[in-house]
């Protein structure tokens, strides 16, 4: 019998092809219970929070109650109806405004995601918004909703939020991300993305609790979800991926990514505009897929 895989695949350039999809295609759903079916463990890894990440499932009529997802790069990680939520990690009201205030320092519009049993919304600076952020915030107030606007952000803020984050062009973002680590480096994680949007030109300033990443909420998956002896194969496009590329046996990385990215990756899939994440899971559940290195699983 081949061995049980858990199988950690991003959304946003993997399985959709940009952050402003709101539906999965008939091929890649397709493919995920084709995996599922087979015995093997699916996990959603996305930068998306809850709201964002349930409204794309539910538009695409495939939201099994059993899905693990880790959301916003693993500052929720959810095992399903099973196992309910495994981490919840939140950022004191006192480092949001500090956050907000550098953010607003570096010439950026921030954003805080509020807390899920907050319903997860969205609380946005007004500004001279770019275009690209722009786009972003159009699409989120359009498909997913909960979102509210405010003329001083500072004034409106929640006691606990999952995230701070902006998009921007990489001129701002970078010295941004320089200052958060001076001065909070063990109190928060920035992770740094480049847009879908801007022609790679724009990139995400994240920032989140500092036990947060992708990778260990792959691990909190792989414990409790699927425990036991497990490989684990990582599907991902962009730099939050690195962190669960590093606990997986078996790294996948989609062409249209960072090179830098695809550097770190043990294959590189077919482009997401040809379905290639359908491509590797489709191998995976025909048990096609290459065995991870060490392991004892039966070869195709």
Not at 114 to 133: K, R, S, T, Y
Not at 195 to 213: D, K, M, Q, T
């Amino acid at each position: 019998m081949n061995q049980r895989l858990l199988i950690a695949v991003d959304m946003d350039g993997t399985l959709v092809n940009t952050e402003a999809e709101d539906r999965l295609r008939d091929r890649e759903i397709a493919a995920l219970e084709a995996v599922r079916e087979a015995g093997h463990v699916v996990a959603i890894c996305t930068g998306r929070n809850r709201p964002s990440l349930d409204s794309l499932l539910d538009r695409s009529g495939w939201h099994p109650s059993d899905l693990p997802k880790v959301m916003l790069n693993g500052a929720v990680v959810d095992g399903g109806v099973d196992h309910g939520v495994l981490a919840h990690n939140v950022v004191p009201r006192p480092v949001i405004a500090r956050l907000v205030q550098l953010f607003r320092d570096h010439g950026t519009l921030p954003m805080v995601y509020g807390a899920d049993h907050d319903g997860g919304e969205l609380l946005f600076q007004q500004g001279d918004v770019n275009p690209i952020l722009q786009r972003y915030l159009d699409h989120r107030r359009d498909r997913v909703g909960a979102m509210t606007w405010h003329g001083e952000l500072a004034d409106a803020l929640p006691e606990a939020a999952l995230e701070v984050g902006t998009i921007d062009r990489r001129e701002l973002i970078e010295p941004l991300t320089a200052a958060i680590r001076a001065e909070l480096a063990d109190t928060v994680r920035v992770i740094n993305t480049r847009s879908l949007l801007g022609e790679g030109r724009y990139f995400w300033a994240e920032v989140y609790h500092h036990a947060c990443s992708k990778g260990t909420g792959v691990e909190r998956i792989a414990a409790t979800v699927s425990p036991g002896p497990t490989a684990v194969i990582a599907i991902g496009d962009n730099y939050n991926d690195l962190d669960m590329f590093a606990v997986a046996d078996v790294a996948v990385a989609m062409p249209g990514g960072p090179a830098d990215v695809q550097a770190q990756a043990d294959r590189i899939a077919p482009a997401v505009e040809q379905s290639g994440a359908a491509v590797i899971l489709e191998q995976i559940a025909a048990g096609d897929f290459a065995c991870p290195a060490g392991s004892d699983e039966e070869t195709a």
